[in-house]
Nanobody
């Protein structure tokens, strides 16, 4: 079993920044994929950013140039630096990890509002 603990969400004004963290612990074998999804009220969950073992990253078009995903392989932690936040970025953000199985974090609320 792998446990994921997220942190870093909150309320921020438009144009502000937040950094999300997700630490994986437990019986970790080899993490192939770490990513962040988000789900806004009334919308489907969408992939925001991902990073794989070799460090290759992918981003949703809506966040390119504003969000940066990174990972610390020693700490088994993935980060999401979010800059120039917009009200449309308001959602619950979920950490996702894939190794032998797939695991989800509990979600952290990000609210962008003045």
């Amino acid at each position: 079993q792998v446990q994921l603990v997220e942190s870093g969400g909150g309320l921020v004004q438009p144009g502000g920044s937040l950094k999300l963290s997700c630490a994986a612990s437990g019986s970790i074998f080899s993490i192939n994929f770490m990513g962040w999804y988000r789900q806004a009220p009334g919308k489907q969950r969408e992939l925001v950013a991902s990073i794989i073992n070799l460090g290759s990253t992918r981003y949703a078009d809506s966040v390119k140039g504003r969000f940066t995903i990174s990972r610390d392989n020693v700490k088994n932690t993935v980060y999401l630096q979010m800059n120039s936040l917009k009200p449309d970025d308001t959602a619950v953000y979920y950490c996702n990890v894939k190794e032998v199985y797939e695991y989800w974090g509990q979600g952290t609320q990000v609210t962008v509002s003045s």
